[in-house]
């Protein structure tokens, strides 16, 4: 059981590392080529589960093929590429401390399209951070709020984070339990590779920067192995031993894991709006799904 707790406290770590790691590779890899290898590889990886459950997956497919694209396109092309396309003119701490009002999206979201009730202290949680993130877009400078002055790379996580949720409610249709979860989140990494691949082909025709030295295959390697593979098993890991609450719980962790590696990795520093953010965000959150744990638990 001791392995159990190990692993629910290191699956955020891991989750966290992606923006992390991408922050330091795509200065190596284009962000669209970066996307395209992550999903690729992963789809690669999974593609034994894929192919032991292919008489379901082949169904699958041909039932819902438009869902699968939309899970691709919004999982592992917006929240995939988008993100590290941002990393270039933004910071992994912002990205991290704004990513993390994705259980926030997923509120906000069922509320406008299905009708979903918002409870005062989900309402109040949900005004608490952004409170956060327009300190942290602002810079926690009032004349950048009156300038509306925001980073732009700031502004595309912020979107990032919109589609994260909208994946993270679609993946709830019934209609996919047909397949074992880990051959469905194959089918959709291969959704997202493909759906990635004419862009990572622009780049490679103009120029952009490829990966072809060992750094930028060691960034890779991390992405695909810690923030794709592992995170996604140990946060299905928590979900079969713990449940959903204790496992959205633990994902609390996520922008305190995300911040102290981009300071202690990437050497960023931490502001003084920075922590004003986290706590403002962190409230919110917490104050906006911990009566309604599974919500938290889906941010991935």
Known sequence: MLLAYVVLVLTPLFFSSNLVFGRATVSEVAPFTLAFLRWGLCAVILLPFVLGARTEALALVKQVPLLILALGLLGMG??????????????????????????????LLERLFLGRT????????????????????????LENLLAVSVNPGDALVLLAALSWAAYSILFRDSRLSMLPIMALFGLVCLAGAMLLAPFALAEFSTGARMPVT??????????????????????????????????????????????????????ERLETHHLAGIVLVLVGVVLA????????????
Do not use: C
């Open 78 to 107: 917006i929240s995939g590429a988008g993100p590290y396309y941002a990393l270039q003119y933004t910071t992994a701490t912002n990205a991290t401390l704004i990513y993390t009002t994705s259980p926030i999206m997923i509120i």
């Open 289 to 300: 799904t911990y009566p309604q744990r599974s919500n938290a638990a889906e941010q991935i």
């Open 118 to 141: 918002i409870r005062w202290r989900e309402a109040a949680g949900v005004f608490i951070a952004f409170v956060g993130v327009a300190v942290i877009l602002f810079e926690g400078r």
């Open 214 to 267: 060992g750094a930028a295959w060691q960034g890779i390697a991390a992405i695909v192995l810690f923030s794709s593979l592992l995170a996604f098993s140990g946060f299905q890991h928590g979900l079969r031993t713990f449940g959903p609450s204790v496992t959205g719980i633990s994902l609390y962790l996520l922008p305190v894991y995300g911040v102290f590696l981009a300071v202690l990795l990437l050497g």
